[in-house]
């Protein structure tokens, strides 16, 4: 039986993929690790968790040892605004960290590593539209930095030690469970948090600034699908690019007032725009879909339905 630890499990991603994995291998077989994001109680009564800093590579391999782990998905990083504010931090937290799992991977000989990536890998060099897989790298953010760094380790520690590492881009992912901190596309989560309430909401990209996104159930799909994925079929390995849809905040705006007819927005760029201003619009996906059969499930306007209707319960 697998033995997982997921590191970042507090976080965005690791809040929803816990119970994911939970419910798939079984509660006691999945290990949430945190180490900033402090959960309520409530959280942490529903199986076995720890704190540690993954920067410490002893406490790493002490966590590793103590849970008798075969599978890591390292999902703690800096992301991309936060990162900006504290290039230092991102830098020493997002590279140390991956380094870190990626030797005690190689020394414990663990049966696979899950580190995403994201769309933050891209740069203003970048083509925009239906982005290629294998194109230009060069990022403005440390986390996008960060991000291509830990692609390329990743490669390298497969190729030459065999640690079988994979990884997804993530675009911007929007939940109704835990906020997302951070980031370029929080906006997209706020926004539903302010409709909801009936508030109007000030978004601090521009009207027209269209990104690539994602739902929270398809993101969790992805990356358990490409963790079971049959290996030699593989051609990529860290790097997969991942589409679902792609929106500007006015598209959205329209979308939610399709459900929420008094919803009302207005537009505050701040330093926030000049990253979006350097990441794809769309993204081209096909090597996903051909190597291990990404496809989507939701649009934007069944994202939006469902956002509505899950906080709506909530708030
Ligand atoms: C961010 O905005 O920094 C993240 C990402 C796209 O990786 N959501």
Redesign the pocket.
Known sequence: MKKILVIGAFG?IGSELVPALRKKYGRDNVVACGHMHKPDESALNTGPHDFFDVTNKKALEDIVDKYDTDTIYHLA?I?????EKNPQLAYFVNNTGTYNVLEVARERKLERVMI?????VFGSDTPRDNTPNKTILRPS?M?GIS?VHGEMLGHYYFHKFGVDVRGVR????ISNVAQ?G?????YAVDIFYYAVKHKPYTCFLKPDST?PMMYMPDALKAIMQLAEADGSKLKHRTDFNLSAFSFSPAELAAAIKAELPDFKIDYKPDF?QA?ADT?PRSIDDSAARAEWGWKPDYTLQAMVKDMIRELSKRL
Do not use: M
């Open positions: 965005q990083s992301l991309s605004a936060a990162g995403p990536s994201s769309i933050a953010t986390y991000k993530f675009p911007g992912i997302p951070g980031g370029t596309t929080d990104l926030r990253i990441w």
